[in-house]
């Protein structure tokens, strides 16, 4: 083989190996040791090393004492990807709408594979809230009401696994398929203490000009504020806007 392709294949390699790392960063491990950087990307500690030594030269990852968080320049990469979303744009007077007629916490999510990744949010106006700071987070579909949204018009896939984070979460195919069905018979989806005990949702699609569901928008609180007798009006709600 020419030693070209050889070192065109290593760069290759190499690049597949620094977007694995980063993106192995989630809000349940927000800091990572070497050990567990090799671990992840199947590769000798060296190795590793010598990637994240690379990514936090470039600012990508910084040091926590023996280990690695992300760095300031992922924040300034993420503002500019974020400023430049135009679903975002296209979203926010409708959030921005959403937020002052309900006073909770109303956020925006888009595909991101399997899962999904809130990209806006509107944080709520009570003092007391049991939800905020979603930008930048994945979750799993089948435990929140804008992932219930995306799965039920196909945008993402059902998960194999249905995992349980509380005593409400479906973990059930046939539960969920049949919660799937009546997000499309409604137009809109809830999650009752299914991701976070006390956490409820509402979430409606947001769709193209095509009339293809590309997001969904929710509302979140507390159950105490937002009982089961109101969630059908805020779920017509979020549809409307």
Not at 186 to 213: N, S
Request: proline share 5%; with cysteine.
């Amino acid at each position: 083989m020419p030693s070209a392709e050889v070192a065109s294949g290593a760069t290759y390699q190499s690049a597949e190996r620094v977007l694995a790392l980063l993106t192995s960063f989630d809000e349940t491990r927000a800091e990572l040791g070497v050990t567990e950087m090799a671990q992840s990307l199947g590769v000798h500690k060296s190795t590793a090393s010598r990637l994240a030594a690379a990514l936090q030269r470039a600012g990508l990852l910084t040091r926590a004492g023996r280990r690695f968080r992300l760095g300031p320049e992922v924040i300034r990469l993420g503002t500019l990807a974020l400023r430049n979303l135009d679903l975002i744009t296209m979203m926010q007077p409708a959030m921005d709408k959403l937020s002052q007629q309900t006073g909770e916490t109303v956020n925006l999510a888009v595909p991101y594979g399997a899962n999904i990744l809130n990209v806006a949010e509107v944080p709520s106006t009570y003092i007391l809230s049991s939800s905020g700071g979603w930008i930048g987070r994945r979750t799993k579909p089948h435990a929140v009401a804008n992932g219930k949204v995306l799965l039920a018009y196909g945008v993402i896939p059902v998960p194999c696994e249905l995992e349980r984070y509380t005593d409400h979460t479906i973990t059930s195919h046939e539960a969920l398929a049949a919660e799937l069905a009546a997000v499309r018979r409604d137009g809109y989806a809830k999650a009752v203490a299914e991701l976070e005990d006390g956490l409820v949702a509402v979430a409606a699609p947001v769709f193209d000009p095509a009339g293809t569901c590309i997001g969904a928008l929710s509302v979140s609180g507390p159950g105490y504020r937002l009982q089961p007798a109101k969630l059908d009006d805020l779920g017509k709600l979020c549809a409307t806007l």
